[in-house]
C-alpha cells in the first residue's frame, strides 16, 4: 500500500512544493489466546470517533438515546489526531518539553504545568528505530518503486510504457537478460495477464506489473539464489548500483540514505517534504540543505534524462 501511496503523491504534487501531507490508517487486528496477532483489515480512512450512545434515563437502548463521546474518543482517537496534527505542523517539540529543558530557571511550577511537562506524547516512530533491524528487508517494494519513478512520465501518468521499460533495462544493463527487441514480447504477455486483451495498452502497464517484469529478470538472472525475495533484493541492489553510474538523483524521488542510530537500515523518505535529521524529525528543516534534501556537502548530480559527464 505504501508505494502507491507514494507515487500517486509524487504524481499529484509532480515538480511542485506539495503540503505537509499525512494519513492516518487504522489497523483492525485480532489477537488469539496465544497472542498471535491476525491482521483483520485495513483501513485508509478509518473513522475518528466511536459510536456510542447512552439510554435515556428510564428508557431502554432500542427506544434511542444520547450520542457521548467514548472512552475510545478520549483515550486513544482525540490525542492521535491532536498529535497527528501537532507532528505536521511542527510543534510536537514544543508540546512535550521536559523538565529537562528549562535547567536554570528558578520560577516554580504549578501543578498544570508539571502535569503538563511530564506528558508524553501518543505518538511513537516504530520503523525503523524499533523493529527496522528486523523488517528491514520489507522495504524490496519502495526500492522496487524507487526504480519505478525513474522511467515514469510522472508528470502525466502512472504507469511505466514499453518505451520505459525499454530504458530502465538499457540503464540497469539487462540486455543480457532479456534483449531489448523481446521486450515488447514480454510487456504483451503482462498485459494479458492483467487485462485478458492481447493488445498493448497505450496507458502503459501498473507498478504491480513492473513487479513482475522484475521477477521474471530476477529469476533469470540471480537463479543461483535460493528465493525469490532473495533474487529480487539483489537485482534491486544491481540496478541502484547501474542507475548510480549515470549518476541519477532526482529531486522528485525519495532519497535513500543510511541512519547509523539504527544499525544501518535504508530509509527511503520523500526528499522535499521530510526533515533528513532527527533533530527535524517534527517539519523544522535544516539550514543547508539542498532541493534533494542532501547537505550543501553533497555534489549535485544530474537527472536521469541527462547524460554523465565527467
Sequence with gaps: MLPEIMLHYEHHFHDSPGPQCFQIMGFDVMIKDDGTPILLEVNAAPSLTADHIVPYPGRSLTEGGQRVRSIVDEVIKMPLVRDTLLLVLG???EEYQTTNSLKGETKSLDDFQAMKQRRKPHLSEIFPTRYGAHSGHLLFLDKAMYIYMQFVQ???NVNITGAGLKQFVRKCNLADIIPIVQVDAKVAEISYYFTGDRKTSANGLP???FLMFLFFIA???FSLETDLLSKVQR???FCDMSLRHYGVRSARLRRAEVDSNVGSVEIYMLPSRMARSRSTRYGRKENGMDPNNNS???SHLPRISE????
Design 154 to 156: 510522472l508528470r502525466n
Design 296 to 298: 550543501n556537502s553533497f
Design 235 to 237: 537485482l534491486l541492489s
Design 207 to 209: 507498478f504491480h506489473a
Design 307 to 310: 547524460r554523465f559527464q565527467l
Design 91 to 93: 510543534l510536537m517539540d
Design 219 to 221: 529469476e533469470k538472472k
